[in-house]
Every structure is written in C-alpha cells, then in structure tokens.
C-alpha cells in the first residue's frame, strides 16, 4: 500500500489579503451515480467528519503562497478526505469564517476569508494524511443539507446544484494568480466551460459575504 502524502504543517506559507484576512480554499466533492435520469438522484457529495462532533463539513483549508488557490482547494481534499479529481473553476461563493475562539473579535487577523470550488471525484486513496481526524462519507446531495455544520455551507450547496443544473452563480475575482505578495485583488468577470460541468455559464462579480463559524 502506498504511504499518504504528508499533510502540510504550520502556516510559514499562509497567505492573507489586503484586509489581513487569512485565505482558505475549500471544495464540494461529488460525483454521479449511474443508472437514474434525474440529476439530484444521481448526484452524491462527499463530507468529512471531525473528532468529537456529529455533523460534518467539506473539506477546507489555508491557501499557500506556493499554489493557486485550486491547488490549495485539491491539496485540502487529498489530505482531509483521501481524494483526488477534477476541479471546476467557477468559484461557488466567497464567505468569511470565524472561529468559536473569536466570534466576538471582529478584528480580520481573528477570521479567514475562503472560496468554495466543486470537485468531480476521480480517486479514492485508501489511506490519507489526515485519516486518524477525518472519516468521509458519501451522501445524496439533498441529504447533505441537514448534516451541514454550518449555513455557509448549505448556501455553497445552493450555488453547487445551480452550477450543475446550469443557473447563473456569482464570484467575488479571479483566483487563477498566485502573486508573492500574498496580497489578492479582485478582477473580473470570468465565462469559461469546464469538463467537470455540462454547460457554459455566465458569471457576474459580486456575492454577499457570509459570517460563520469555521
């Protein structure tokens, strides 16, 4: 069996805006089950648990000043959760998170600020990096809602299934860069086709920002 790659530790790396917020790039694992005409019964998405709680979340973590963000959202999802796949572009939303520790500081070093992108699953490792903290589990979409920790969460499933079914969803900038500076500007409008979606969709710029607990 093939060791799991090493999850990556400490956050030398980490990036943060011009606001200094710390930068996190997460994912919504999916994938299509075969055999059923319509799209929400075919379609399954991944969750990973965490230790000591019931409910569960998406894979997520910091985005390095080595990476674009897609590759921070990919590397997230290898080590939480063992997989590897195809990733959308578009981004589903942007929100600021805060932890329990600091949900009363307002202060931008206390939170993150993080985009969620929609992965088509392609590999399941059998062991991963981060496996003795993280289980995953694989549910019909409509179910994922209720065990969604968080509402940040069941708004970025809003914006997965529009993607999928070909709606209009908004984006706050274009993510391809990966300036040194570690500094991130929102730019424009971005209209692309992806392989991992079934159709071209316009994307306006702006989207509410949400405040929850990460």
């Known amino acids: 069996?093939?060791?799991?790659?090493?999850?990556?530790?400490?956050?030398?790396?980490?990036?943060?805006?011009?606001?200094?917020?710390?930068?996190?790039?997460?994912?919504?694992?999916?994938?299509?089950?075969?055999?059923?005409?319509?799209l929400i019964d075919r379609l399954e998405v991944l969750?990973?648990?965490?230790?000591?709680?019931?409910?569960?979340v998406f894979p997520k973590g910091g985005w390095e000043n080595d990476e674009t963000i897609y590759e921070a959202a990919?590397?997230?999802?290898?080590?939480?959760?063992?997989?590897?796949?195809?990733?959308?572009?578009?981004?589903?939303?942007?929100w600021v998170f805060r932890s329990k520790s600091s949900e009363m500081n307002c202060s931008p070093t206390s939170a993150c600020k993080g985009q969620v992108f929609a992965l088509e699953v392609t590999d399941e490792l059998d062991s991963w990096a981060e496996q003795s903290s993280h289980t995953r589990r694989w549910v019909p979409v409509m179910d994922a809602y209720g065990l969604c920790r968080y509402d940040w969460m069941r708004e970025a499933l809003d914006s997965f299934l529009d993607l999928l079914s070909g709606?209009?969803?908004?984006?706050?900038?274009?993510?391809?860069?990966?300036?040194?500076?570690?500094?991130?500007?929102?730019?424009?409008?971005?209209?692309?086709?992806d392989r991992s979606t079934m159709c071209m969709i316009q994307l306006p710029t702006s989207t509410e920002r949400a405040i929850a607990l990460c």
């Open 1 to 38: 069996m093939t060791s799991p790659v090493l999850a990556r530790k400490g956050r030398h790396r980490q990036r943060y805006d011009h606001e200094n917020y710390r930068l996190v790039a997460g994912c919504i694992p999916y994938k299509l089950k075969e055999g059923m005409c319509s």
């Open 47 to 56: 969750m990973i648990s965490t230790p000591n709680r019931h409910d569960l």
């Open 74 to 94: 990919c590397r997230e999802a290898l080590e939480e959760a063992g997989i590897k796949g195809i990733i959308d572009k578009r981004s589903l939303g942007e």
């Open 167 to 193: 709606q209009k969803i908004t984006v706050t900038s274009d993510a391809t860069a990966a300036p040194t500076n570690q500094d991130v500007t929102p730019t424009q409008d971005l209209t692309t086709t």
